[in-house]
């Protein structure tokens, strides 16, 4: 269960990296198009999963391994944004959110039935 300042937090770093990734990011994201569908935030401020929408599917793994290594800018980033909110800017973690290709499987085989 997460705190009302948690879920603060975790809305205002989802709203900012979407815009990281929309003005200063187009090269982390190698072509494709990145939505940021939800974060959560430890407790205690200090590690941020950030869950990323990717499309095409088929790009997934090369944009998520791009946001791997360029972690160290979207943090930067992140951290002058939110630097006077927050004491310490939390170490992100992407994971790919594959909820929207799982719906289009779903659509697909009630398609052929």
């Known amino acids: 269960m997460e705190t009302t300042r948690q879920q603060k937090i975790a809305k205002q770093i989802q709203k900012d ?7 200063e990011g187009r090269e982390l994201l190698c072509g494709t198009l990145a939505t940021v569908t939800a974060v959560h935030v430890s407790p205690d401020f200090n ?6 929408s990717i499309f ?13 290594r360029n972690n160290w800018f979207v943090r ?6 939110i630097r006077n909110q927050i004491k310490s ?8 959110d594959d909820s929207l290709e799982y719906i289009e499987h779903i659509e697909q085989a009630l398609r052929n039935d």
Request: hydrophobic share 45%.
């Open 76 to 81: 930067r980033e992140l951290g002058r944004r």
């Open 56 to 68: 095409p599917f088929s790009k997934a793994p090369e944009t998520l391994a791009s946001l791997d």
């Open 47 to 52: 590690y941020a999963k950030i869950y990323v």
């Open 89 to 96: 800017i939390p170490e992100l973690q992407f994971f790919l």
């Open 17 to 23: 990296v979407a815009e990281i990734f929309q003005k």
